[in-house]
């Protein structure tokens, strides 16, 4: 079992790119799969869940040239060979791992292909809520069936049916049950409609846009044709701003650190982090770059100070649901107390992020109440170091090594395989936080060419 070892830091100044945005990565090689062309995919996330994702759609016909890649993980540039919205059978089932994500999107895209598909994933994701996404697909004529132990959970399997365009009011906040429905109705005979109760991430209508579907967003209602095919087109991933929000977070609660991160995600729905840790005493410079293909990004440079507090809004929730358990963390270094509510859609993610961050920052001697729908923190308390684990979770895992940096002695966090879902390089980028800078040459991940 890998572990991290952490060591408390006192100041530091670094600057760092963090790896491609996974929400982004995910949905550029679907979307790059089935669109007529060829397109060239930079910056894509060489993480295991975005890797699965890209097997799926190479397992279901789609040509990729990889030519670039991380060592060890994966690829981070490709040419993808799109199939005009027609895929080919896959020859077994389809691993999507860890991923949620993954495996949402994907059973909307092969809603409407004409062959049998089946989605399965470990033992988190066969635990987690499918019916979410059976739920409106099955509405639309989809024939999918939850093969799993748990009603509604993974295995999916999913057989050649006729579909149907929707109208659809989406029960809970989430981007991965609006993106499901979307990309089904690609295939649908006529308009599909998604109304979300808040905003969630909208990578999806933005990546079909750049791709030259037409999607028509109106405050929270997004609609889309069916039987548009996406166009091919060269799409670069900046950084994942939730990577980000690790050492955004170490540098907010250390007055006296800086912090530079380059060419990271800036969407609108995904900054609530920065508003949050803002509001919480940090400053935070933005310096966006013009945006040209449908995703803001730029540059962030942080400065730490003495926190205090904060209430996240109802209407954050969604922004900055993957960022809470390191906003966690941030709470429990600041005066006072944060108050984390409305967040209910915590306890079935990787793991049950209420339970697994209280567990965490008690083990620390940290202040936290727990509730059904999140938890209030008394922040301000040294934290103590601590042996913890991290649940197979890949954010608990990342989000207490942050925590050990702040703690009175060395801590450990056990299990971080988990980690090369999102984020690889973290040790790497852990380890330069940790000595307190980092050189030019070396905040961004080696990459090379494949072979070389
Ligand atoms: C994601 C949406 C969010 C987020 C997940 C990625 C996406 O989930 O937690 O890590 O890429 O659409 P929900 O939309 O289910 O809340």
């Given at each position: 079992?890998?572990?991290?070892e952490?060591?408390?830091v006192?100041t530091?100044?670094v600057?760092?790119e963090?790896?491609g945005?996974k929400?982004?990565?995910h949905?550029?090689a679907?979307?790059?799969g ?5 397109s060239?995919i930079?910056?894509f ?6 890797v699965?994702?890209?097997q799926?759609m190479k397992?279901?016909?789609v040509?990729?040239?990889?030519l ?5 993980f994966?690829p981070?540039?490709?040419r993808?060979e799109?199939?005009s919205?027609?895929?080919?059978a896959?020859s077994g089932?389809?691993?999507?791992g860890?991923?949620g994500?993954g495996?949402?999107l994907?059973a ?15 033992e988190?994701?066969?635990?987690r ?8 697909l ?7 069936e939850?093969l799993g132990?748990?009603e509604?959970?993974a295995?999916l399997?999913?057989?050649p ?5 929707i109208?659809y009011?989406?029960?809970m906040?989430?981007?991965q ?12 005979a006529?308009t599909?409609?998604v109304?979300?109760?808040a905003?969630?991430?909208?990578h ?5 846009e750049a791709f ?8 929270l ?7 548009q095919?996406p ?12 990577s ?17 991160v380059?060419r ?5 729905t995904?900054t609530?982090?920065?508003?949050a ?16 293909q449908?995703?803001?990004f730029g540059?962030?440079?942080i ?6 507090g ?7 929730i969604p ?6 358990p390191v ?5 429990a ?14 306890r079935?993610?990787e793991t049950d ?11 620390m001697g ?26 197979g979770?890949?954010?608990i895992a ?10 009175d ?5 056990l299990?971080?395989?988990?980690v090369?879902t ?5 040790d790497?980028?852990?380890?330069a936080?940790c000595?307190?800078?980092?050189a030019?040459?070396?905040?961004q991940?080696?990459?090379r060419a494949?072979?070389?």
């Open positions: 079992m890998s572990r991290f952490v060591t408390p006192e530091f100044d600057t760092l963090v790896p945005d929400s982004m990565s949905r550029a679907m979307i790059a089935l669109a007529t062309g060829t060239t930079t910056g996330l060489p993480s295991e869940d975005c699965n994702t890209l799926a397992a279901c016909g040509r990729c040239e990889v670039e890649e991380l060592p060890g994966g981070v540039a490709m993808i799109g199939r919205m027609h895929l080919t896959p089932s389809i691993d999507c860890n991923s994500t495996m949402r994907l909307g895209l092969f809603a409407g292909q004409d062959f049998i598909t089946e989605l399965f994933g470990d988190s994701l066969s635990s809520p499918m019916g979410r996404i059976i739920q409106p099955a509405a639309m004529g989809c024939r999918i939850a132990e748990k509604g959970s295995p399997r999913i057989s049916a006729e579909i149907q365009p109208r009011e989406l029960p906040a989430s981007a049950v609006k993106s499901a429905v979307l990309l089904a109705g690609m295939t649908a006529g599909t409609e109304i979300q109760p905003v969630t991430r909208d999806t209508e933005r990546m079909l030259g579907v037409k999607v028509v967003t109106e405050g209602h997004v609609s889309l044709a069916g039987g095919v166009q091919a087109r060269d799409f670069h991933v900046p950084g994942d701003i939730s980000a929000a690790f050492w955004i977070v170490a540098a907010a609660a250390r007055p006296g650190a800086r912090l530079v380059k990271v995600g800036l969407n609108p995904r609530a982090i920065l508003d840790i803002e509001r919480m005493g940090a400053t935070v410079i933005r310096r966006p770059v013009e945006d040209v449908g995703e803001p540059d962030l440079e400065h730490g100070a003495p926190l205090k904060t209430d996240l809004l109802p209407e954050e922004n900055l649901i993957d960022e809470i906003l966690a963390v941030a709470a270094l600041a005066e006072g107390t944060t108050r984390i509510r409305n967040a209910r859609e915590l079935v993610k992020r209420v339970a697994t961050t209280v567990e965490n920052l008690r083990a940290g202040q936290v109440e727990e509730f059904e729908d999140g938890m209030e923190i008394t922040g301000g308390a040294p934290l103590r170091g601590a042996e913890m684990k991290s649940y979770d890949h954010r990342m989000a207490f090594a942050v925590a050990g940096l702040f703690a002695g060395p801590s450990t966090i299990g971080t395989e988990c090369r999102s984020y690889p390089g973290f790497h980028h852990l380890a936080v000595r307190g800078a980092v030019e040459s070396d905040y991940l080696p990459t494949p072979n070389a």
